[in-house]
C-alpha cells in the first residue's frame, strides 16, 4: 500500500471516501435542484398510486379486490425520515475534523448518520416487501401490482435524492482548501 | 432599454397565454381542479425569493449555505409538482387528457415567464455593478 501518508488517518477505522466532484460553476445549485426534483417525483408516483386506487371503479367483479391502504405508506415515511436525519446533520462532523468540538460529537453524529441509512434502507426493502407479499403474491390482476411497482419506485429516488443532495453539498467550493478525508 | 420594454410586452403576452391555457383547461370540461397548476407555478419562484436572502453575506458567497439549498430543493420541489399533478389527475380519469396537456402546457408558460422575467432583471441590474 503506497497511500500518502496524509491521506488516511490510522485511528479511524471507517474511511469516508468523500468523493471529490468539479462539475463545473453551478454543480451544487444543480445537485440540490435535481435532488428537489427526484424527491418530488418519488412522493408523486406513489400519491399517483394512492389515487388511482381511491377512484378505481369496480368493473368486473362487486368491489375492487386491493385498496393502497395505510400499510403501503409505512416505507414512504421510513424513507422521509430517513432522508431528513441525513440531510440535517453536518457533514462537517462526520468527517471528524480537529477543532469541531470534541470526539463525541462525532461518534454522535455518525450513530445518527447510521440511523439515518438503516431508516432509508429500510424503507426500501419495507417497499420491496410489500411489492412481493402483497401484490405479487396476492391473486389480484396485473393492473394492480402497478401500486407496489410505484412503492418501490418512490423509495429507490427518494435515496436517490438523499444520495445527489448529498453529493451536492460535498463538492469542494471554489475557494474552499482541500480536505483531507 | 427599448429591447426591455419589447421584452416586457412579450413576457405579459405569454403569460396571458399561459392563464389562457389553464383557464380553458378548466372551463372546456367544467372541472375546476386545473386551477391548481396555476397557483403552483405561480408559488414555486417564492422559495427562492425567501431564502436567497438569507446568509447573504459577502464572505459567505461560496459557503456552504443551508437556507439558499433549502429555498431551491423546495422551488424544484414545487415545479415538479406543478407538472406532475395534472399527470396524476388525469391518470386517475379525474380531468381528461386534453385538459392535463392544456394546463402544463399552460402551467409551463407562466413559470417560464416567471423566471425569464426575474432573469433578465438580475442582469439589468448587474449591468451597473
Redesign the interface.
Known amino acids: 500500500m503506497s497511500l500518502p501518508r496524509a491521506d488516511y488517518d490510522p485511528r479511524r477505522v471507517c474511511l469516508n471516501p468523500f468523493p471529490e466532484f468539479t462539475l463545473g460553476k453551478h454543480r451544487r445549485t444543480a445537485g440540490v435542484y435535481i435532488a428537489g426534483a427526484l424527491f418530488a417525483l418519488a412522493n408523486w408516483v406513489f400519491l399517483d398510486a394512492a389515487i388511482l386506487s381511491a377512484h378505481m371503479k369496480p368493473i368486473w367483479g362487486d368491489e375492487v379486490p386491493v385498496h393502497v391502504t395505510f400499510v403501503d405508506w409505512v416505507p414512504g415515511i421510513c424513507s422521509f425520515i430517513g432522508f431528513l436525519i441525513v440531510n440535517i446533520i453536518d457533514k462537517d462532523r462526520i468527517r471528524g475534523d480537529e477543532g469541531f468540538g470534541d470526539s463525541r460529537a462525532v461518534w454522535r453524529a455518525r450513530l445518527f448518520l447510521f440511523i439515518g441509512f438503516a431508516f432509508m434502507a429500510g424503507g426500501l426493502a419495507g417497499s420491496i416487501c410489500i411489492l412481493v407479499l402483497k401484490y405479487v403474491l396476492g391473486d389480484y390482476p396485473e393492473q394492480f401490482s402497478y401500486y407496489g411497482y410505484a412503492n418501490v419506485t418512490q423509495n429507490v429516488a427518494m435515496m436517490l435524492a438523499g444520495v445527489f443532495l448529498w453529493i451536492a453539498q460535498n463538492t469542494s467550493g471554489e475557494y474552499e482548501y482541500n480536505l483531507t478525508l | 432599454m427599448a429591447a426591455g420594454l419589447k421584452t416586457v410586452i412579450l413576457l405579459s403576452f405569454v403569460l396571458a397565454v399561459g392563464f389562457l391555457l389553464i383557464i380553458l383547461s378548466c372551463a372546456l370540461w367544467q372541472n375546476w381542479l386545473p386551477l391548481l397548476v396555476a397557483l403552483t407555478f405561480v408559488l414555486a419562484p417564492l422559495p427562492n425569493a425567501i431564502f436567497s436572502h438569507c446568509g447573504h453575506d459577502d464572505f459567505s458567497e461560496?459557503?456552504?449555505s443551508g437556507p439558499i439549498?433549502l429555498g431551491?430543493?423546495?422551488?424544484?420541489?414545487?415545479?415538479?409538482?406543478g407538472f406532475?399533478?395534472p399527470?396524476?389527475?388525469a391518470?386517475?380519469?379525474?380531468i381528461t387528457g386534453g385538459a392535463c396537456v392544456m394546463s402544463i402546457v399552460g402551467g409551463g408558460l407562466v413559470y417560464g415567464t416567471i423566471v425569464a422575467y426575474s432573469a433578465a432583471f438580475t442582469q439589468d441590474e448587474s449591468e451597473f455593478d
Open positions: 461560496y459557503e456552504h439549498d431551491r430543493f423546495i422551488t424544484s420541489v414545487v415545479v415538479i409538482t406532475a399533478f399527470i396524476v389527475l391518470h386517475a380519469a379525474v
